[in-house]
């Protein structure tokens, strides 16, 4: 797979799953916008990027649960390449809390970052991509958001959000050429994950029938493929990377 001439804007792309998922589509070619809330972060990747690979890369900073943010993000995209072929939304926290406890505000924050970005953001591109009748929009949901998790009600809400967003979204969009799925990583070994405590870790790992964490190599992996002519004939699909966890 090979994407030049192609644009792509990944969110939350300063470090972790989103920064594996730029070098990916840039390794094959496409200019990458990379947004982060953390600009140096941002910054930093868009920088590494350049000196690695052929591609063109901007960093914006951007709030992806504001929608000004979220149009001036995709206006900049627009002024910079004159096009947006790829949106992998990527960005999302965790605010976790048992339910007793959880308050509003932790509940509304994961809400608004997690899931009100993936409506944002499709919302500002598609305008773009229904003119050029092509688009491929990657939504990365979480294998949370299939069977859930103590402590955890609010990202699991969005999570599961984002899977019922993008059945929708695709099933609106398949008559301009424009492909809406979904990627579901399980236990992927982040700068988040590794600040868990160690018995949380191998608890995790117990459920994890090929025994290893993932990495984010290989969930950008699987997002490389649903943005290739390879899977032009895939939409609406939730795909999980999480070595069986939700099997």
């Known amino acids: 797979m090979r994407f030049e001439g192609k644009v792509a804007i990944i969110t939350g792309a300063g470090r972790g799953i989103g920064k594996a998922i730029a070098e990916r589509l840039a390794s094959e070619g496409a200019d990458v916008v990379i947004c982060d809330v953390d600009k140096e972060a941002a910054e930093r990747t868009a920088e590494e990027i350049r000196s690695k690979y052929s591609v063109k890369a901007i960093a914006i900073s951007a709030d992806v649960a504001n929608e000004g943010d979220v149009n001036s993000m995709v ?4 002024k910079n390449f004159g096009r947006v072929d790829f949106l992998i939304n990527n960005a999302g926290i965790t605010k976790d809390s048992l339910l007793l406890r959880m308050s509003e505000e932790e509940w509304d924050k994961v809400i608004a970052v997690d899931l009100k970005s993936v409506f944002l953001c499709t919302r500002a591109v ?23 998790n ?8 969005a999570k599961a959000g984002i899977i019922g967003f993008t059945k929708s979204a695709a099933r609106e969009l398949a008559g301009r050429n424009i492909t809406v799925n979904a ?3 399980g236990y992927i070994q982040t700068e988040m994950t ?4 160690q018995e949380v870790k191998e608890e995790m790992l117990k459920q994890v029938p090929l025994g290893r964490p993932g990495q984010p190599e290989d969930v950008a992996g699987v997002v490389a493929f649903l943005c290739s002519e390879d899977a032009s004939y895939i939409t609406g699909e939730i795909i999980r990377v999480d070595g069986g966890m939700a099997m």
């Open 75 to 78: 206006e900049e995209t627009i």
């Open 126 to 148: 598609i305008r773009h991509m229904m003119r050029q009748r092509f688009g491929r929009i990657v939504n990365i949901s979480s294998v949370i958001g299939l069977r859930g």
């Open 150 to 157: 103590v402590g955890q009600a609010n990202y699991a809400s």
């Open 183 to 185: 990627v579901a990583p």
């Open 194 to 197: 590794e600040r868990l405590p």
